[in-house]
């Protein structure tokens, strides 16, 4: 097994190394980073799903809020909106939504004071209702005057490193609410309404234009490392200064991959790894052997979504451009899935490899069906059947097949996976 | 010649087998009771006979006909039905169209076979429109046994007919199948309350540990110590 | 009244266009749910594939000058209907059907399904790209105008002719599976495999025949709304790819596995979702003079382009309160 996983991995590398020598040097780097942004994903995916057996077709959500959080620490203060009466309008929201909380939890603590069934369901939809009506009416105004007078609350001039931190706190966060939600709902049930919630979550991101610029993305984001342009100014040439910066922020990303692999090789190694498997594998004998399988399983989905947001967050940082509209399920949800089915769930090494492998053969996938589409268009043009209409838009598309073809072959032919699970007694 | 013969069967799920080499004989005359303890391999007996389990060795013959490892839509056609113990009816349709399903393979008017089905059982007919699953225990069990018998079965095999039954339905439901038996339809069937089921039984069988322990009449069995010792209870 | 007649245009036939297609999808989604327990994500994929399917028929009986007194979609599309429950039982045979042979999962097929998924996008944006088409390029979609002015209203009600279609097929189509599910001996089989698959077996039902007979309702309804949505709006490849979220909460709501359910499910959040998105102020507009004023003009429950999170509202509060849906749907 281990020399099998060695072997993929000679592979991996002679691969990249072709690519670099196809590609030039700046595009391989970029790819690198990349896909190692995209593996640390994996990683959480693989710590949900093949740790934890908990299905999450969620994962854009976590992506885009780690990608917001970065923006929202590293990019520098907006000093028209904290000049003008926003800050306080916000403070207002706030206070609302404060109120809000304070009446629904009340609400739900209505039986408590011998409400009848009936009063306290009644009192509870009241409670939404009334703090629904209370945020809109402070967030409505707000939003509109922030919009017109400052364009958005700006960020607040951080570190890069605190975006990325924060990212995976804020990622965490929103997997704890995710997951008292839902985490008690059949997989399938859990399958959509995680895809539901990653909706709901690019919804809010694409129109909260005051927060988050929408659609009209927020850019420059910096770089914890020198950028090209940095080292332009002390006069390397155009070529070897994306190589040295982007080379600088790949080593940042190897040592975050590095820490992140360390410490889930450790917890799974121990008696919390057995327990987690333990739980997957048959959480009815699990539960009756006094484990709280439920807290248990939201630590997991949290622990998953912590590394998504650090890895949407390096992603983000990483194109130094937010863009909530391109973020698309394929890209961001089901590409990490096919990482993970086809690296081996269960194995972080599998999970790590098929993050970098797949991403490779996504982003080759372009250019060569490209190549292929030309061939075949001159052929087709050569016996005057007429050129392909559209060769790029259509050489795109290709590789949201190949993707497709990927998986449903992995799922057939090597169903766990690459480098799969050791299954540990 | 035999209705079903067994000849030195072997089953299992996957793993270590469970039927280590059984052997039975039932004619269409035949009412054969499978006792034993818990574990034995009684169900898995019923089980492999209807294409249910993996039969690793050993034959099966229907009329003669090798029927090992026969699927059950070819074997409910040559005229075989079985009851399974639980989750024997379609809860969530009417008791009429539960006994249309055991009907499916008939392509022929099978109104007269659910006429006497709901003659055999009369507190079916007045709840044949009522969805199976509101049925008390006792009525399930009518509804699955007419479920299979509207196949016309030459051989008609039982899962623990009475298990969960008040002792008043156990004997009704017993009474059936000496009933059903008398019109020419042969039974094999698994039964906890072996006492009982062995004194109508023309054929008794004794497994335990996956094999043939004793063979003999309903009566032979019940009259010998040792099996009234080890098997019966004392 | 013309703010009621808005109403109507705007919440009524809306959600009634909206339901009747989620209500088409989600009873596909169901009836494969009822049978394979598995929830088949690339149903999307199969309406647009149809829809698609629908489309070149069209194309090629204009160019063989056929003409119809009804729009040519209508007229091709029980030949498509039939191509695209083709193509439902190929994708099963080819990419369903082994997993199931080996014992897979539930989940695995589901992950199977988004595999499809792609493959079916990818495909058609390859020979299609990623233009958007109409099935109305040479002849205007048909108005009707109901004439409202009888109540005092100046405004009149409007409806697409492919709107009618719509709404009329759906009718059709919910009335002929209610008959196959209640009257045919295999409807009744379908019902036996959902409710149990293993008696299913006993009882000597053929399963493998079930199984191929719930692809090709689900297919040809899926052909069936793709082609409707395509009508109403455009033909884009990403057409169902948008919509399956809301079908997929459309059959839960209803109960995973119970047709009926699924029916009314899609109604249900086809009309919250045009409800939630209206602006309710303007009924109150022939009052406005004698209410306060601090009431706003926009009173819609969310702003439009959360209508997404519509259909996620409910389904959240249904798993949460009633987990097997409004309409009690299958364990499994």
């Known amino acids: 097994m281990i020399r099998r996983a060695a072997l993929l991995y000679f592979g991996l590398a002679g691969l990249i190394i072709l690519v670099a020598l196809v590609m030039g040097a700046p595009f391989t780097v970029r790819l690198s980073v990349e896909a190692l942004a995209l593996s640390l994903i994996a990683l959480g995916l693989n710590i949900q799903w093949g740790y934890g057996g908990l299905f999450n077709f969620g994962v854009m959500g976590f992506i885009m809020v780690g990608g917001f959080a970065v923006t929202f620490i590293s990019v520098p203060v907006n000093i028209e909106f904290w000049g003008s009466e926003g800050p306080f309008m916000l403070l207002k929201v706030l206070i609302a939504a404060g109120i809000g909380a304070l009446l629904i939890m009340g609400a739900n603590r209505l039986h408590r004071l011998g409400a009848s069934p009936r009063w306290h369901r009644s009192a509870q939809v009241a409670a939404w209702i009334v703090a629904y009506i209370m945020y809109r009416s402070q967030i409505d105004p707000a939003a509109k005057y922030i919009e017109a007078e400052a364009g958005f609350v700006g960020g607040l001039g951080l570190p890069v490193i605190f975006g990325w931190m924060f990212g995976g706190l804020l990622a965490a966060g929103i997997a704890y609410i995710i997951g008292k939600i839902a985490l008690g709902l059949r997989t399938d049930y859990l399958a959509i309404a995680t895809i539901g919630i990653s909706e709901i979550i690019r919804a809010l991101i694409k129109n909260m234009d005051w927060l988050t610029r929408g659609t009209l993305t927020v850019s420059p984001i910096p770089w914890p490392v020198p950028r090209p342009q940095d080292y332009q100014a002390f006069g390397v040439d155009t070529f070897n200064s994306f190589v040295f910066a982007r080379a600088g922020y790949l080593a940042v990303v190897i040592v975050v991959v590095i820490i992140a692999l360390f410490l889930i090789q450790r917890a799974y190694g121990g008696p919390w790894g057995r327990m987690m498997r333990a739980i997957r594998d048959n959480h009815i004998s699990a539960a009756s052997m006094g484990k709280d399988v439920k807290s248990r399983q939201l630590e997991i989905f949290i622990f998953g979504a912590v590394l998504m947001g650090i890895g949407g967050a390096i992603l983000t940082s990483f194109a130094q451009i937010y863009d909530p509209g391109g973020y698309q399920p394929i890209n961001h949800t089901f590409i990490i899935w096919v990482m993970v089915i086809v690296g081996g769930a269960g194995n972080n090494f599998g999970a790590l490899f098929g993050g970098v492998f797949i991403y490779i053969v996504w982003v080759l996938s372009e250019p060569i069906s490209q190549a292929m589409f030309i061939n075949i268009s001159q052929f087709s043009e050569g016996v005057g059947w007429g050129a392909i209409p559209d060769i790029e838009s259509r050489s795109l598309q290709m590789r949201v097949f190949v993707l497709g073809l990927v998986i449903t072959l992995a799922l057939r032919y090597a169903p766990r996976g690459l480098i799969p699970e050791v299954v540990r007694k | 010649m035999a209705l079903v013969a067994l000849e030195n069967v072997e089953a299992g799920y996957g793993g270590a087998p469970i039927l280590k080499g059984i052997n039975m004989e039932i004619d269409a005359s035949d009412i054969g009771v499978i006792v034993g303890p818990n574990g034995a391999g009684k169900s898995t007996a019923l089980k492999s006979i209807f294409g249910l389990l993996k039969v690793s060795s050993g034959t099966i013959k229907f009329d003669d006909e090798d029927v090992t490892n026969s699927l059950p839509d070819r074997l409910v056609p040559k005229g075989l039905s079985f009851v399974p113990q639980e989750h024997n009816v379609f809860t969530t349709m009417s008791v009429n169209e539960n006994l249309e399903m055991g009907a499916f393979i008939r392509r022929d008017d099978f109104s007269d076979t659910m006429d006497s089905v709901y003659e055999m059982f009369p507190p079916l007919k007045e709840k044949r429109n009522q969805p199976a699953g509101e049925l008390s225990g006792g009525q399930r069990q009518m509804v699955a046994m007419g479920r299979a018998l509207m196949s016309k079965p030459r051989l008609l095999l039982l899962d623990e007919p009475s298990a969960g039954l008040s002792p008043r339905y156990m004997l009704e439901i017993f009474e059936q199948i000496v009933k059903i038996n008398a019109s020419g339809v042969g039974i094999l069937m698994v039964e906890q309350n072996a006492r009982q089921a062995l004194e109508f039984a023309s054929k008794g069988f004794v497994l335990a540990n996956g094999q043939n322990r004793f063979t003999g009449t309903g009566k032979e069995l019940l009259n010998d110590p040792e099996v009234a010792k080890s098997f019966l209870g004392g | ?332």
Not at chain 3, 135 to 140: E, G, H, M, N, R
Request: charged content about 10%; overall charge positive; some cysteine.
């Open chain 3, 1 to 332: 009244m013309n703010e009621l007649i808005f109403f109507v245009n705007k919440v009524l036939v809306s959600g009634m266009v909206l339901g009747s297609i989620y209500a088409l999808g989600a009873v596909g989604i169901t009836l494969i749910f009822g049978i394979l327990r598995f929830a088949h994500f690339a149903h999307g994929d199969l309406m647009t594939l149809g829809a698609f399917v629908t489309f070149i028929l069209t194309v090629m009986a204009a160019a063989l000058g056929i003409v119809a007194p009804i729009p040519m979609a209508i007229l091709v599309l029980p030949l498509a209907m039939v191509i695209a429950a083709g193509l439902a039982l190929g994708i099963d045979k080819g990419f369903y059907e082994p997993l199931r042979k080996r014992g897979a999962k539930p989940v695995i097929l589901l992950i199977a399904s988004i595999g499809v998924t792609l493959m079916i996008q990818g495909l058609i944006r390859l020979f299609s790209g990623v233009s958007t088409r109409s099935f109305y390029a040479d002849t205007p979609k048909q108005i009707f105008r109901i004439d409202m002015s009888f109540l005092g209203a100046s405004r009149p009600i409007v409806v697409t002719e492919p709107q009618i279609w719509m709404i009329g097929l759906t009718i059709i189509a919910v009335l002929a599976l209610h008959f196959f599910l209640t009257r045919s001996r295999l409807g009744k089989g379908m019902r036996a495999m959902a409710d149990n698959a293993d008696l299913a077996q006993v009882s000597g039902i053929n399963t493998k025949l079930v199984v191929r007979v719930t692809w090709i309702i689900a297919g040809s309804l899926a052909c069936l709304a793709g082609t409707m949505l395509a009508l109403d709006v455009t033909l884009k490849p990403d057409l169902a790819f948008n919509i399956i979220l809301p079908i997929f909460a459309a059959a839960i709501v209803g109960g995973l596995g119970q047709s009926y359910g699924a029916i009314a499910g899609g109604f249900l959040v086809g009309f919250a979702e045009t409800m939630a998105v209206f602006n309710w102020a303007v009924l109150l507009r022939p009052f406005r003079a004698g209410l306060p004023d601090w009431i706003p003009n926009d009173l819609s429950i969310v702003p439009t382009e959360y209508k997404l999170t519509v259909a996620f509202t409910i389904l959240i509060i249904v798993l949460l309160v009633k987990p097997t849906g409004l309409f009690k749907g299958v364990s499994s």
